[in-house]
């Protein structure tokens, strides 16, 4: 299937989900959601979220409150991983992502050079000794 990023940029971000699952679970491993600046992510709600999460910063931190994630996460920052009130069962099914993202290098363009140019004839000798 095709790969999903999902960008979502700003510095605190908020995040509830209220919907079970994919009416096609094998989705889940091609979606990536990409908090590539938030230094406070909050993700709540009572149903599981479908994807693997990367947030970026390393300043940040990250509580996740909902009943569980369908995917892996990834963070470089801190993790805080609790329950809204007395509910249970919040849990992290480390799915592995497996989505098909650009490269992050860019293409290199090649430089034509000239061919360095071989004599086609050569210097010639000379037979005779050169008198003194």
């Known amino acids: 299937g095709a790969t999903v990023l999902v960008n979502v940029y700003g510095s ?15 989705l889940r491993e091609n979606l990536l959601w990409n908090f590539p600046d938030a230094t406070a992510l909050s993700l709540t709600g009572p149903a599981q979220f479908e994807g693997s999460i990367l947030v970026g910063q ?4 990250t ?9 892996r996460f990834y963070t470089a920052g ?3 991983h609790t329950s809204q009130g007395q ?3 919040q849990e992290i099914h480390a799915y592995p992502f497996d989505g098909d993202l650009p ?3 860019p293409e290199p363009t090649p430089t034509p ?4 140019p071989t004599p086609t004839d050569p210097t010639p ?6 008198p003194t």
């Open 12 to 26: 605190t971000r908020s995040v509830a989900t209220f919907m079970g699952s994919f009416p096609n679970e094998g």
């Open 58 to 61: 390393p300043a940040s931190s």
């Open 63 to 71: 509580v996740l409150s909902m009943s569980g994630t369908n995917g």
């Open 78 to 80: 801190s993790l805080t």
């Open 87 to 89: 509910s249970g069962g």
């Open 103 to 105: 490269s992050c290098a």
């Open 113 to 116: 050079t000239d061919p360095t």
């Open 125 to 130: 000798t000379p037979t005779d000794p050169t």
